[in-house]
């Protein structure tokens, strides 16, 4: 027996939906008895084929829900990075662990604005995305900004011939858990909002997240709970009934601070302050920083490092060191002088 009748048989019954068809054809090829045998096993054929094909629609039918179900979640929301990770290429596993190495950036760099999502297979979702910084203007009001870099093209003779300005790009590759889900991974990526944020910021950020961090804060109410915040944190606290006296005398910084650029593409306009509460110790070290009032763009973690490295002249009573409080207050325009912007 040859297999060519076998394959004309199911092509013509997985291509006709007249079983009556199919049965007189194999009657006329193989009798009552094997056309039974063949109808049965066509059948099933029939029936895996009407599965395989059911399956692949609903995969593609849960895909496209998981995609708009993450980009609803995702496109058009002010978004951070938990981790603050500094890279622009990044891999999470589906608990939402870093897949691989990457530094961390500062808080006011770690936003971003998804593009768009899509799917690789059906564990994986790819995010395109541009990254974005923060600042606040002098009313305090919060700007998010497109981070962006410029290039320059130079001909052969080393003269610039173009000039072209690029956001920075992401690319975020998510896993899904075992389960199958994105949840997980989702969350422990991304955080909606400061308010979302709130719980993941380094501590010198802390009483300011206490603050303003909130959903819809009142502003004269936050700057009050950050002042009571930085007092309560404060590693002088224990010395400040006997720093009132006539015979106290301030820490002060000697000689100029040196800033170092927070990162590229920021471009420092407008006016703003930028405050930063800490400690001096008796040996001159500014220690336990927190930030009273920031500026962002990365300013303020620039000036905190540039605390850390100076030098300062210890408070004292009596001529005696001892520990006490400083704020540090410099304006934008002193900043970006000092930056060389």
């Known amino acids: 027996m040859t297999v060519a009748p076998l394959f004309f048989a199911a092509r013509w019954f997985l291509q006709d939906d007249s079983s009556e068809r199919t049965s007189g054809l194999l009657r006329s090829l193989w009798g009552n008895g094997q056309r039974d045998y063949w109808c049965y096993h066509f059948g099933m054929l029939r029936g895996f084929r009407f599965t395989f094909v059911t399956a692949l629609l609903l995969t593609a039918s849960l ?26 290429q990044l891999e999470f596993n589906g608990d939402g662990t870093l897949h691989g190495k990457s530094a961390v950036t500062s808080l006011t760099t770690s936003g971003l604005d998804v ?28 700007v998010r900004t497109p981070l962006k870099i410029e290039n320059r093209v130079f001909n052969e003779f080393g003269h610039q011939v173009d000039k072209f300005v690029n956001r920075y790009e992401m690319k975020i590759l998510l896993h899904a858990d075992a389960s199958g889900s994105f949840d997980q991974v989702l969350h422990a990526t991304f955080a909606d909002g400061l308010a979302d944020m709130a719980g993941s910021v380094p501590k010198f950020w802390a009483c300011w997240a206490r603050g303003y961090f909130v959903a819809h804060p009142d502003l004269e109410m936050a700057q009050q709970t950050v002042d009571d915040c930085i007092q309560e944190k404060s590693l002088a606290r224990a010395l400040r009934h006997t720093l009132d006296g006539p015979d106290f005398e301030p820490p002060r910084l000697i000689g100029d601070l040196r800033l170092r650029s927070p990162a590229t593409g920021i471009t420092f306009r407008g006016a703003g302050s930028d405050e930063i509460a800490f400690t001096v110790s008796t040996h001159g070290i500014a220690v336990g920083f927190q930030i009273r009032r920031p500026f962002g763009s990365g300013i303020d973690e620039a000036v905190m490092q540039a605390l850390a490295e100076a030098k300062f002249a210890p408070a004292t009573i009596r001529g005696e060191p001892v520990v006490a409080d400083m704020n540090y207050v410099a304006d934008i325009a002193t900043l970006a002088r000092s930056l060389n912007q």
Do not use: C, F
Not at 63 to 88: C, F, K, T
């Open 115 to 142: 593009d768009s999502v899509t799917t690789q297979g059906t564990t994986k979702l790819l995010i395109h995305a541009h990254r974005v910084y923060i600042h606040w203007g002098a009313d305090g009001t919060l």
């Open 63 to 88: 895909r496209a829900q998981d995609v708009a179900g993450v980009e609803s979640r995702l496109i058009g929301h002010p978004l951070y990075l938990r981790g603050m990770w500094d890279e622009n």
